[in-house]
């Protein structure tokens, strides 16, 4: 069953992240990262959806997820066994807000 909105944690450039609902699809992922998607896993049951060309650049700094710097603007939502994600629990929003929550320089 296809989620229509997921809850997601959103990390800008110099900005606290936030729990926000995005549409379930490829074209809200996009356009929240700026462009074409990578999706990475953070553990087993994350993923990290970012804008990769942003970051092999070197746009605006974002924040390190494990050994990358991400630029740009990404989010985490759960991993999903489909080409589209699906929310975050209460419990991934608050444990990765902990981590990512403040903006890193």
């Known amino acids: ?17 936030y729990s926000g609902n995005l549409r379930n699809t490829k074209e809200a ?3 929240l990262v700026g462009g074409e998607y990578t999706a990475e896993p953070v553990d087993k049951n994350t993923v990290l959806i970012y804008n990769k060309a942003m970051t092999e650049k070197g746009d605006t700094p974002n924040r390190r997820v494990g050994n990358l710097i991400v630029c740009g603007t990404f989010f985490l939502a759960s991993a999903s066994d489909n080409e589209l994600y699906e929310e975050l629990d209460v419990e991934q929003i ?3 807000n902990e981590i ?3 903006p890193e320089e």
Do not use: H, S, T
């Not at 069953?1 to 992240?17: F, G, H, S, W, Y």
């Open 1 to 17: 069953m296809k989620i229509d909105r997921i809850r997601i944690l959103v990390c800008e450039p110099k900005k606290n992240a």
């Open 100 to 102: 990512m929550g403040e």
């Open 94 to 96: 608050q444990y990765y």
């Open 29 to 31: 992922y996009k356009r």
